[in-house]
């Protein structure tokens, strides 16, 4: 018994569980409830898109802000990590997103993990006013941004509440 004890217990060490919680086609009640049953659960991370129209289903479905939900859930959960996955690059000045990352890793105790990408859907950057371009320059974008991003993250007061880990996610498909 302590054999395979022992075998779950390095099999759990190996990998970890993480969920995306999709904000788009639900209620803001909905959504608090996956949030906190997948902490409950004992998931590793929750992580939301950053999207403004829906990805799937009625496109003029409900569809939630994530950077809101994230100050929300950083509060509203106990133990897992949270993040964007992925908040597109093309969206809001680096700085702005250093500042906010700061203070959701402060809300969060520490647990917060910066997704950021390059940005892909069309239609979020039509109907913001945000210019779309070609996907080389989205990934020049990003490339550009991260530096400044990571100096202002040192220069915040206060700073993240931990070590902020950085998530990227670029392609030239899009």
């Known amino acids: 018994m302590t054999d395979a004890h022992g075998a779950i217990e390095r099999d759990r ?11 788009q086609q639900c209620t803001i009640n909905e959504l608090r409830d996956a949030w906190r049953r997948a902490d409950a659960l004992g998931v590793d991370s929750i992580w939301f898109w950053d999207h403004f129209f829906p990805l799937y289903g009625d496109p003029e479905g409900n569809q939630f802000e994530c950077w809101s939900l994230l100050a929300a859930a950083a509060v509203d959960t106990q133990a897992p990590q949270i993040g964007p996955m992925v908040s597109a690059i093309g969206y809001r000045n680096p700085d702005l997103i250093a500042y906010m990352a700061g203070t959701i890793d402060q809300l969060s105790g520490g647990r917060f993990v910066l997704g950021l990408g390059a940005g892909w859907f069309e239609r979020d950057y039509d109907e913001y006013g945000y210019e779309f371009g070609e996907a080389r320059d989205r990934l020049r974008t990003l490339k550009t941004a991260l530096p400044r991003i990571k100096e202002r993250i040192a220069k915040l007061k206060p700073g993240p509440a931990g070590p902020m880990p950085i998530l990227t996610r670029g392609s030239r498909r899009s």
């Open 13 to 23: 060490r190996r990998f970890k569980v993480g969920v995306t919680i999709h904000p």
